[in-house]
């Protein structure tokens, strides 16, 4: 141990590092504490890409596992040293480094919270889209490593949709700048996708080139409570077919309700089974159009109570209440398992029912919230004590609702990534033979396999 | 080559393949005929995925090369057959399998042809907006195969942005599913981004899920003649920048006016140096409100003619011009050498000025037409004979048109692919490690090198 800390010392200077007991606890886990496994030896805080790539060629001339993080938050374990080894935490590289506002792109280091980077080009008149609930602390780095995404998919797409290009530093110590900050680029392989939702098992980002939109001047904010789930879930799908988009559709359970009603007048009806709020942008004049057409089409499917809310104060009380649900959720609980799985738009309804039957089935106190607009569902088992027993029964649920969601078309991920929670899962979704073909595409990038070990592969091919 | 025939008969059934020499002729090039180089043995047009997987399994235990085709509008020489073998034609596998109204997705074999795949969609009230301008009989195979653009990146972006998920056979007969039908997917590997635009190198696609949009209601069509190319080139920088974005916005050079001319009134005053020619969608209200916006900005910025043509039928005039403005070209001259480069949209005004630099030092004839609104540039060297003196002075012109291209942080191909046409700059593109690394991936998928062998690698590592 001392020798890598002398080594790390030479690497990249004292404060570049830490082997530390204290400053290793935290990085034991991401946001998920009960995905704790293994322990790192050091942390390493590259200040730049020269020190990221000398660390990792020193990793891989010593097989020393190296595992990538950027501010922790994620919900699937994919960023835990389970192998022990060096944690590449990313957050001193944090540089905006370049808002072009002719080409409307930004370059930026893998580091830079999310938060800032929006302020940023919101300041100049511009748009980062993707938004996942975790902004104010989640990296750039971290998004494009997870694939994030957050409720403006539904009219935006997710983090995929906006990486032009990046740079990596592959296990080698070898930098490589993989696409260009052109929208357009048919030239060699996209190893800018590939990269991309990787879960740092290929290499290590360090920074990202992203396209950028003009900001719309103005959002509308509606909401419809619907007497049944299933209504709620027709009408996503229907008003979007029939042209509608907006840029964020969530999709709200009763419990809800009641935690709007503290905030919001006049009251909503407590007896609706779900509720919609919606989000829709452009010129002041559009984004209001669309809001009216999707309030009058909620009215005409049978809604309970519908909503506009053009003025933007009074809509941020609605979306602050949103962005509150998951953390109270958490608060009250003991334990809270939270699932991302995604499935056509048009299979809601079905995925719903099939989640509450489940529940229902094995007694456990189910809520289903989610980015509807586009799919994205989050189930989440509430626990009041954690036991051994009601652990592998919410496990075994949990079971049950992945394989209802692959059973309708979807995927065991939407946003989440697979890491050690759905590592078990991948097979379902991608068999055997494809796996095999990503795992050749791994040995390329990392002959060594010392890129973030034990994650994503299905447990018995884990090394 | 009698083993052959029997071998595919045995296969495919005897309308399933040709190795008639006649018939053969065809595959020998794309639409650039003098990119031809070898001769397939047989073409085999396979009715569905079991059939291309029983003929890939076959030429991979025999080490037999396989060059996937689509319709071969291609100019990069990406299908042709150099070293021999079975050339895979796609266009039986034409069907429409799904247009999804509720997820707003369809799913396509790989043969379909792009405008009809467009009005099918269009017919249900779905919009698909890569619009490269071979749609006519290009198909959606080849452009997932080549990463396909057109003019409606700008606001759109290309195939990327719009493939969920593919089914690919490998090299050794296996078919895998790759991706989803959702919009958000985090778990595994890319290999939808992967494959595509890897020209066919990598496996065989034979179908393809993509996003749909709903059908914007209008558009308004708006064209501005500008005094100087680099007038051109920074309205569209400055506007796009300032929030206005066009769904079409194509740069043309002074002889385009005169073409123009035949066909509008009033005529267009020819001694602009450019024109650019622009579309906005959305409501008919927002639509012409875009353009009034963007005509006031031209008017402001210089332009000497600014017009607004909201009537449909008025503007498809504009655009039928346009859309035959390169077979034009190609008609009236004995060979017309057309390059793709992209430089991000800020650095237009540079690159025009470098390109015509280049055109008058080396004695050519050049024109300099492109989607502008994304960068993408078609810088066009016309040529009235066609001798090795003049081919090789061409050469040398794009050569440095393509390194100018990339000194202001562009890429050598937007929209057409590497094939044979670019694979000398790849190298200048990418650098030696990153193509290292992308023929390991290749490895990954194809160890016998069978598929579309020849192509994308700088010549000294095509195998």
Redesign the interface.
């Given at each position: 141990m001392k020798g890598l800390a002398k080594d790390l010392a030479h690497l990249v200077g004292p404060e570049g590092f830490s082997t530390d007991p204290e400053d290793l606890l935290v990085y034991r886990h991401d946001a998920i504490a009960y995905f704790a496994q293994g322990e790192p030896a050091a942390v390493v805080l590259p200040k730049d890409t020269v020190h990221a790539a000398k660390v990792m060629a020193y990793a891989s001339q010593n097989g020393i596992p190296l595992t990538p993080r950027g501010a922790g938050s994620g919900l699937s374990g994919g960023c835990t040293p389970v192998r022990g080894g060096i944690v590449l935490d990313t957050k001193r590289m944090k540089g905006i480094l370049e808002i072009?506002?002719?080409?409307?792109?930004a370059r930026v280091e893998a580091g830079v919270v999310l938060a800032a980077f929006q302020q940023a080009v919101e300041a100049q008149?511009f748009f980062y889209p993707p938004d996942p609930q975790s902004k104010s602390v989640c990296t750039l780095g971290g998004n494009v490593a997870?694939?994030?995404?957050g409720p403006r998919?539904?009219k935006y797409?997710?983090t995929?949709?906006y990486v032009l290009g990046l740079e990596a530093v592959?296990p080698d110590g070898?930098?490589?700048?993989?696409g260009?900050?052109?929208?357009?680029?048919?030239?060699?392989?996209?190893?800018t996708?590939?990269l991309?939702?990787?879960e740092g098992t290929?290499a290590l980002i360090t920074q990202a080139t992203v396209r950028l939109?003009?900001?719309p001047?103005a959002t509308c904010t509606a909401l419809a409570v619907c007497p049944t789930m299933e209504m709620a879930a027709r009408i996503v799908?229907?008003t979007?077919?029939?042209?509608?988009?907006p840029s964020m559709l969530e999709l709200l359970t009763t419990a809800s309700l009641a935690v709007f009603n503290r905030f919001v007048t006049p009251p909503l009806p407590e007896e609706g089974e779900a509720c919609l709020l919606m989000e829709f942008d452009?010129?002041a004049q559009?984004a209001l159009?669309q809001a009216q057409e999707m309030a009058g089409a909620c009215r005409d499917m049978g809604a309970i109570d519908v909503r506009v809310v053009p003025q933007a104060d009074e809509a941020a009380v609605y979306w602050m209440v949103r962005s509150r649900l998951y953390p109270l959720v958490v608060s009250r609980f003991k334990r809270v398992v939270t699932e991302d799985v995604?499935?056509?738009?048009?299979?809601i309804p079905e995925f719903a029912a099939k989640v509450m039957g489940i529940a229902q089935e094995m007694g456990l106190s189910m809520g289903l919230t989610g980015?509807a607009g586009?799919?994205?569902m989050h189930p989440t088992i509430r626990m009041d004590e954690v036991t051994d027993a009601l652990q592998a029964r919410a496990d075994q649920a949990m079971a049950r609702v992945i394989k209802a969601g692959l059973a309708l078309?979807?995927?065991?991920?939407?946003?989440?990534?697979?890491g050690l929670h759905?590592a078990e899962f991948?097979e379902l979704?991608?068999?055997r033979?494809?796996?095999a073909?990503?795992r050749?595409?791994?040995?390329?990038?990392d002959p060594k396999g010392i890129m973030n070990p034990g994650k994503?592969w299905p447990p018995e091919l884990a090394s």
């Amino acid at each position: 141990m001392k020798g890598l800390a002398k080594d790390l010392a030479h690497l990249v200077g004292p404060e570049g590092f830490s082997t530390d007991p204290e400053d290793l606890l935290v990085y034991r886990h991401d946001a998920i504490a009960y995905f704790a496994q293994g322990e790192p030896a050091a942390v390493v805080l590259p200040k730049d890409t020269v020190h990221a790539a000398k660390v990792m060629a020193y990793a891989s001339q010593n097989g020393i596992p190296l595992t990538p993080r950027g501010a922790g938050s994620g919900l699937s374990g994919g960023c835990t040293p389970v192998r022990g080894g060096i944690v590449l935490d990313t957050k001193r590289m944090k540089g905006i480094l370049e808002i072009n506002r002719g080409n409307l792109t930004a370059r930026v280091e893998a580091g830079v919270v999310l938060a800032a980077f929006q302020q940023a080009v919101e300041a100049q008149g511009f748009f980062y889209p993707p938004d996942p609930q975790s902004k104010s602390v989640c990296t750039l780095g971290g998004n494009v490593a997870t694939r994030a995404g957050g409720p403006r998919a539904v009219k935006y797409g997710t983090t995929v949709n906006y990486v032009l290009g990046l740079e990596a530093v592959l296990p080698d110590g070898e930098v490589i700048r993989t696409g260009s900050s052109c929208v357009k680029h048919s030239a060699g392989y996209d190893l800018t996708h590939l990269l991309t939702g990787s879960e740092g098992t290929l290499a290590l980002i360090t920074q990202a080139t992203v396209r950028l939109l003009p900001k719309p001047p103005a959002t509308c904010t509606a909401l419809a409570v619907c007497p049944t789930m299933e209504m709620a879930a027709r009408i996503v799908s229907e008003t979007i077919a029939g042209g509608v988009v907006p840029s964020m559709l969530e999709l709200l359970t009763t419990a809800s309700l009641a935690v709007f009603n503290r905030f919001v007048t006049p009251p909503l009806p407590e007896e609706g089974e779900a509720c919609l709020l919606m989000e829709f942008d452009g010129t002041a004049q559009e984004a209001l159009r669309q809001a009216q057409e999707m309030a009058g089409a909620c009215r005409d499917m049978g809604a309970i109570d519908v909503r506009v809310v053009p003025q933007a104060d009074e809509a941020a009380v609605y979306w602050m209440v949103r962005s509150r649900l998951y953390p109270l959720v958490v608060s009250r609980f003991k334990r809270v398992v939270t699932e991302d799985v995604t499935v056509p738009r048009d299979r809601i309804p079905e995925f719903a029912a099939k989640v509450m039957g489940i529940a229902q089935e094995m007694g456990l106190s189910m809520g289903l919230t989610g980015h509807a607009g586009d799919g994205n569902m989050h189930p989440t088992i509430r626990m009041d004590e954690v036991t051994d027993a009601l652990q592998a029964r919410a496990d075994q649920a949990m079971a049950r609702v992945i394989k209802a969601g692959l059973a309708l078309g979807g995927v065991i991920s939407g946003e989440h990534g697979v890491g050690l929670h759905k590592a078990e899962f991948l097979e379902l979704e991608l068999g055997r033979e494809q796996i095999a073909l990503m795992r050749r595409i791994k040995k390329a990038f990392d002959p060594k396999g010392i890129m973030n070990p034990g994650k994503i592969w299905p447990p018995e091919l884990a090394s």
